[in-house]
């Protein structure tokens, strides 16, 4: 095709598919032979640099692709094979492709074709530009097909995902341009994946003590977690009863990610408003209650707090969509754009069961429904490497027990959320079932032992002990009415503790109570179980009076603290 067809009208799409078609023949044949000379010269120097940036796939000509997979084979065996025309030569006469790429005398050919083996980096550049130009015209012959498909036969999908597919093809190819051509190579040899193993081993190191992926300015959390990797990207899921916080959870991280730590994001809440999420964002780190949002009654000192952080939020590089139906076309469509545009790095979904799936299959069973809506969820944590936060409610069945712990198996759909879920964190609030005078005055009493050095320990970070007079349990009540639980039942890099958190419900708002990471004073320690230390008893002379646990807690540690 030397010309396109009459240019006053507009092409068909037979036309269309055959111009771009005929792109897709787009390459170079001196800069394949060129690429592979300087590989031939230099294999040392140059074929760990290129394996990166080039798959065998980048060479358009089949002899020269053969010959390229030759030499990364070669060049991967254990040990390494030494990579010169005789050797390639053999090894492609052993895998019956030596006749195929020309025999013997096209190796020889190809060995002196370029005099300077420092011309490598320009033809790897033209390689992989052809590269890079067939895959955006197979991208849009693709396209094109499903376009012409969905005009003819697919008349009941839904056009928001046909542009959402169409889109995100062309932003893979645009992705392969910004990284510079770095790519997956498929299985790769365990000597290579050990080398970047102990390259990540020597950054934690260097990092030591340090949260390296995204933090939720809850120490407890992030130390059990040690940070949400969006490198690679994860799913962190935050379940609980009604009325246990999940919306303020999510809303206190969303203040230390967007705020604190100025990193971008999105927050697709199908359950809250755009003004309702601001308002607890705002006045909840301002340490104003959020009830005066509805009735005005701010002091004059109140007023210039929420001015105050309104502007370090205004600021905060996140965006908030807050549509009456959210379906996972549309997350999946924004999430690109977003992650484009903006390079967000993670994304706040409250909360799972709001979020419609837009299926071909028309799914009607709800289980159905939140596979449907993980699964896009799981696509976007390893496509764009984002961390994403997921809100969850429970099963209503709970309700029946809902004095107790929350587990696994009371997550509604908990097959699918477990599937894919890298954590799941439960809330639960024992004050919220259980009143300070519900507790017996044993247990009363055990709770103030419990907490009384970690009180003196960082007094900062519990209750002013204000609300309540002594004798109607002073602090010790305030204390236990801001306790919150976190359950910590999966995580696939650590461990699965119970976290002890507070929560000022009045400010509908998540703090830690842990002063600082990585400490071994047992008072800042708030994971596992709180319980009463018992009374030493006697020792014989030169007997160790104390036995030790993990992180220097006593053996008592593990003993819970019952309500």
Not at 237 to 252: E, L
Request: glycine share 8%; charged share 25%; net charge negative.
């Amino acid at each position: 095709m030397s010309d396109y067809p009459n240019k006053e009208r507009p092409l068909t799409t037979e036309e269309l598919l055959g111009a771009v078609a005929e792109h897709r023949l787009a390459y170079s044949e001196e800069a394949e032979k060129g690429l592979l000379s300087c590989l031939l010269q230099d294999p040392a120097e140059r074929m760990s640099s290129v394996r990166p940036k080039l798959p065998p796939e980048g060479f358009y000509h089949g002899g020269h692709r053969d010959i390229y997979e030759t030499l990364l084979a070669m060049d991967q065996a254990a040990p390494p094979l030494p990579i010169d025309p005789p050797s390639l030569t053999h090894q492609l006469r052993d895998l019956g492709k030596l006749d195929g790429v020309g025999g013997p005398a096209a190796i020889s050919d190809l060995f002196g074709f370029v005099p300077i083996a420092s011309h490598f980096p320009y033809y790897l550049k033209v390689v992989q530009d052809k590269w890079r130009l067939r895959q955006l015209a197979h991208a849009c012959v693709e396209n094109l097909h499903d376009i012409a498909k969905f005009g003819s036969e697919a008349v009941d999908e839904d056009v928001v995902e046909l542009v959402s597919t169409a889109e995100n093809r062309v932003f893979h190819v645009l992705q392969s341009v910004q990284a510079n051509g770095e790519h997956s190579v498929g299985p790769v040899i365990a000597r290579t994946g050990v080398m970047h193993w102990l390259d990540h081993m020597t950054q934690v190191i260097d990092n030591k003590g340090k949260i390296m992926g995204l933090k939720t300015g809850i120490h407890e959390l992030d130390q059990t977690l040690h940070g949400l990797d969006d490198k690679e990207g994860e799913i962190c899921v935050i379940a609980g009863r009604p009325g246990q916080g999940k919306t303020a959870m999510a809303v206190t991280i969303l203040n230390n990610m967007g705020v604190e730590e100025n990193l971008p994001g999105i927050v697709f809440s199908a359950e809250m408003s755009s003004n309702q999420i601001y308002t607890r964002l705002v006045l909840g780190a301002a340490g104003i209650d959020t009830s005066k949002a509805i009735t005005g009654m701010f002091s004059r000192g109140e007023q210039d707090e929420m001015s105050l952080h309104a502007q370090r939020v205004q600021r905060a590089p996140f965006l908030v969509a807050d549509g009456s139906s959210i379906t996972t076309a549309d997350i999946r469509a924004q999430v690109q754009v977003a992650k484009r545009q903006h390079g967000i790095r993670w994304i706040m979904v409250d909360h799972l069961h709001l979020i419609k799936p837009v299926s071909k299959r028309g799914l009607a069973d709800e289980r159905e429904q939140l596979v449907e809506v993980m699964e896009t969820l799981q696509f976007i944590k390893k496509y764009h490497n984002i961390v994403v936060f997921l809100m969850v409610q429970l099963n209503r069945e709970t309700d029946r027990a809902a004095g107790k712990p929350p587990v696994l198996a009371d997550l509604s759909g908990s097959a699918a959320i477990e599937w894919y879920a890298d954590h799941v964190l439960m809330l639960h609030r024992d004050a919220y079932f259980t009143g300070w005078h519900s507790l017996s005055e044993e247990k009363q009493k055990a709770w103030r032992e419990v907490i009384a050095p970690r009180r003196d320990r960082s007094p900062e970070l519990w209750s002013d002990g204000s609300k309540y007079d002594e004798d109607d349990g002073g602090y010790a009540r305030q204390d236990y009415e801001e306790q919150a639980k976190v359950f910590v039942r999966k995580n696939r890099r650590g461990p699965t503790p119970e976290i002890h958190i507070r929560f000022q419900d009045w400010r509908t708002w998540f703090s830690t109570r842990m002063p600082r990471l990585n400490s071994t004073d047992s008072r800042d320690w708030q994971m596992g179980s709180y319980a009463v230390p018992k009374k030493a008893k006697a020792e014989p002379i030169g007997a160790s009076t104390k036995k030790k646990g993990a992180k220097g807690q006593s053996e008592d540690w593990g003993k819970e603290f019952d309500v």
